[in-house]
Nanobody, 125 residues
Framework: QVKLVESGGDSVEAGGSLKLSCLLS????????EGWFRQAPGKEREAVAA???????SYADSVKGRFIVSKDHAKKTLYLQMDSLKPEDTAMYYC???????????????????WGQGTLVTVSS
């Protein structure tokens, strides 16, 4: 059974940094594509970043140059380093994992069936 557990959300001021973690279990390492998504109140869930099993990364335009997705295979943990945070980054952040046939679809929430419970990031101005 796939289980994803996020942590690291917090309240920070604009310009600050946070590093989110997602502990992965229930599937073979490198079997799945993994991604970070976020959902602000009243808005649809949107992509943040994705990481393919071969290490290829993909980012939403809104976070390019500020966020970095990475993975520690030994710890089975996915990370999202977030720098230069803006108030518009405020959202619940979710990690997701699944087998995605086309990495071009890795930033699409519908590509994933396995989700964590989310961790809240609040950025104040």
């Amino acid at each position: 059974q796939v289980k994803l557990v996020e942590s690291g959300g917090d309240s920070v001021e604009a310009g600050g940094s946070l590093k989110l973690s997602c502990l992965l279990s229930g599937y073979t390492d490198n079997a799945y594509c993994e991604g970070w998504f976020r959902q602000a109140p009243g808005k649809e869930r949107e992509a943040v970043a994705a990481l393919d099993s071969d290490g290829t990364q993909s980012y939403a335009d809104s976070v390019k140059g500020r966020f970095i997705v990475s993975k520690d295979h030994a710890k089975k943990t996915l990370y999202l380093q977030m720098d230069s945070l803006k108030p518009e980054d405020t959202a619940m952040y979710y990690c997701a994992a699944d087998w995605v046939l086309d990495f071009g679809l890795a930033l699409t929430p519908a590509s994933y069936n396995n989700w964590g419970q989310g961790t809240l990031v609040t950025v104040s101005s």
